[in-house]
C-alpha cells in the first residue's frame, strides 16, 4: 500500500533564497535517490496555518525506515544542517493512503489535516462542479507515525508535531479550493488551501 511522507512548515523571514535553492537544488533530488521514493510534491499556502505543505509517496511506509533513508537523516549535508533551524512549526507524518479518486495533480488543492484519527470524510458533494476536483486522497497515520529522533529532526527548533490522518482535493483552479474551503466543516481539522509550487518523479 503506498506509504505518505506529509510535511506541513513554516520558514524563518529572510531566508527565502537560500530555503528555495536548497529545496530545489539539493534536498528533494536527494530524497527521490533513495530507493522506493517515487514522486515529491511542493505547495505553497494560499490560506493555511503554515506556509508550506510537501509531500513524497513512497512504496510502502517501510522505506521510511530503510537503511538508506535513515542514513540519510542521521548525516545531513552541511546545507541541510544550515536550514534546519528555519523549519518552524513543524508537522511531520507518516501515513498510508487508504483510497484515491482520481489519477491527476491539481493546480490547487484543499488540506483538511485532522489532530485525531478515525475522522469522518468531509463531504463536498454540490459545492462545486466535478470537473473541478482531480483527485480526493484519504490518509491514516501508519505504525511509527510519532516524531522522529533522528540528528536531522534535532537541529529543527522545537520537537516535530505529527497528524492522525488526513485528506487532500486537489482542484484545477485556486479560486475552487477557496470555495471549497469555505464550505467544508472543520470539526477540530485545520483547513488550508494551497497551490502547487512542485511535481517530480522519480
Known amino acids: 500500500m503506498t506509504g505518505i511522507l506529509a510535511v506541513w512548515n513554516d520558514r524563518s523571514e529572510g531566508r527565502t ?4 535553492s536548497w529545496y530545489m537544488t539539493e ?4 530524497r527521490l535517490g533513495v530507493p522506493g521514493f517515487r ?3 511542493r505547495y505553497e499556502a494560499i490560506e493555511a496555518d503554515r506556509q508550506f505543505f ?3 509517496e ?3 511506509p517501510d522505506v521510511l525506515i530503510s537503511e538508506v533513508y535513515m ?9 541541510t544542517r544550515a536550514i534546519m533551524p528555519d523549519f518552524l512549526g513543524m508537522i511531520r507524518s507518516v501515513f498510508v493512503e487508504t483510497s484515491r479518486e482520481g489519477r491527476g495533480i491539481g493546480g490547487a488543492a484543499v488540506v483538511v489535516r485532522y489532530a485525531q484519527p478515525d475522522a469522518p470524510a468531509p463531504s463536498i458533494s454540490g459545492v462545486v462542479e466535478p470537473s473541478e476536483i482531480i483527485s480526493i486522497r484519504r490518509w491514516t497515520a501508519a505504525p511509527g507515525n510519532v516524531p522522529t529522533e533522528t540528528t536531522e529532526a534535532r537541529i529543527r527548533p522545537g520537537r516535530d508535531e505529527v497528524a492522525s490522518g488526513a485528506f487532500v482535493i486537489e482542484t484545477l483552479r485556486a479560486e475552487t479550493a477557496q470555495r471549497l474551503a469555505a464550505a467544508l466543516k472543520s470539526d477540530g481539522a485545520a483547513i488550508g488551501t494551497y497551490r502547487l509550487l512542485y511535481a517530480g518523479t522519480n
Open 17 to 20: 533564497a537560500d530555503y528555495e
Open 54 to 56: 510537501t509531500f513524497y
Open 71 to 79: 542514513t540519510r537523516l542521521a548525516n545531513p549535508t552541511v546545507l
Open 27 to 30: 534536498h528533494i533530488p536527494e
Open 58 to 60: 513512497v512504496d510502502s
Open 39 to 41: 514522486t515529491a510534491l
